[in-house]
T-cell receptor, first 114, second 111 residues
Framework: EAGVAQSPRYKIIEKRQSVAFWCNPI?????LYWYQQILGQGPKLLIQ????????DSQLPKDRFSAERLKGVDSTLKIQPAKLEDSAVYLC????????????FGPGTRLLVL | QQQVKQSPQSLIVQKGGISIINCAYE??????FPWYQQFPGKGPALLIA?????SEKKEGRFTISFNKSAKQFSLHIMDSQPGDSATYFC??????????FGKGTTLSVSS
C-alpha cells in the first residue's frame, strides 16, 4: 500500500509570511496526526484528527497555527504568520484506528524561516 | 510526568558490537512503548514495541528490555551493522493518546 504523502518536501520563507503543508494519509486510515520535529529533538504532537474531528490540539499554538481535515481524508496545516522558532520538520502520520501501534509517518516537510 | 528521558544522546559502536539505548518514564499510566528508527530525510519508522505486561521482546537483532518497577526500558541492537546507523527514538503513550517521544539517540556503526 502507498505510504503517507506530504508536500512540499522543503520550504523556505521569511518571518511573518504564511505557509501551508499538505498530507495525504494511507488509504483507510481514520486517524491523522501532525507532529513538529525541531532539530535534535523528538517529534511533538501538534494535532490529532479522528476522521474529520479534532481529538487533541492541546499543543497547537492556535494564535498562528491552524489545521483542517474537512473530508476526513487529506489534511492541511497552516502557519500564519511564521516565526523564526517555527523552523522544523513537520511530520504527518496516520493510523487505522486510534491505537498508536499502527502509526505510520510521512517523509516530512522541512521548513526554514529566515 | 509526561516526559520520556532518553540516553545517550549519541553512540558509536563497532560493526558486530551491541548497541544499547536507554529510556526512562514517570507516568505509570503509559501502556505502550515503541521504538522508532529515523534515517536522514525520512520520517520515523516503527522498529519494535512492547507493552508493560512483558519484560522482553525480541525481533531479529532488536530486543526491548522492560523494567516496570524501575520505569525504564531499553533497546538492544545485536551484531550492529553500518546500515543500522540512524537516529533512534523511544516513545510512550497511554490508551491511544499521542506518542511522547524521547529526544533521540544518534547511532553510528563503524565498519
Amino acid at each position: 500500500e502507498a505510504g503517507v504523502a506530504q508536500s512540499p518536501r522543503y520550504k523556505i520563507i521569511e518571518k511573518r509570511q504564511s505557509v501551508a503543508f499538505w498530507c495525504n494519509p494511507i488509504s483507510g486510515h481514520a486517524t491523522l496526526y501532525w507532529y513538529q520535529q525541531i532539530l535534535g529533538q523528538g517529534p511533538k504532537l501538534l494535532i490529532q484528527f479522528q476522521n474529520n474531528g479534532v481529538v487533541d490540539d492541546s499543543q497547537l499554538p492556535k494564535d498562528r497555527f491552524s489545521a483542517e481535515r474537512l473530508k476526513g481524508v487529506d489534511s492541511t496545516l497552516k502557519i500564519q504568520p511564521a516565526k523564526l522558532e517555527d523552523s522544523a520538520v513537520y511530520l504527518c502520520a496516520s493510523s487505522r484506528n486510534t491505537g498508536p501501534e499502527t502509526q505510520y509517518f510521512g517523509p516530512g516537510t522541512r521548513l526554514l524561516v529566515l | 510526568q509526561q516526559q520520556v528521558k532518553q540516553s545517550p544522546q549519541s553512540l558509536i559502536v563497532q560493526k558486530g558490537g551491541i548497541s544499547i539505548i536507554n529510556c526512562a518514564y514517570e507516568n505509570t499510566a503509559f501502556d505502550y512503548f515503541p521504538w522508532y528508527q529515523q534515517f536522514p530525510g525520512k520520517g520515523p519508522a516503527l522498529l519494535i514495541a512492547i507493552r508493560p505486561d512483558v519484560s522482553e521482546k525480541k525481533e531479529g537483532r532488536f530486543t526491548i528490555s522492560f523494567n516496570k518497577s524501575a520505569k525504564q526500558f531499553s533497546l538492544h541492537i545485536m551484531d550492529s551493522q553500518p546500515g543500522d546507523s540512524a537516529t533512534y527514538f523511544c516513545a510512550a503513550t497511554q490508551a491511544g493518546t499521542a506518542l511522547i517521544f524521547g529526544k533521540g539517540t544518534t547511532l553510528s556503526v563503524s565498519s
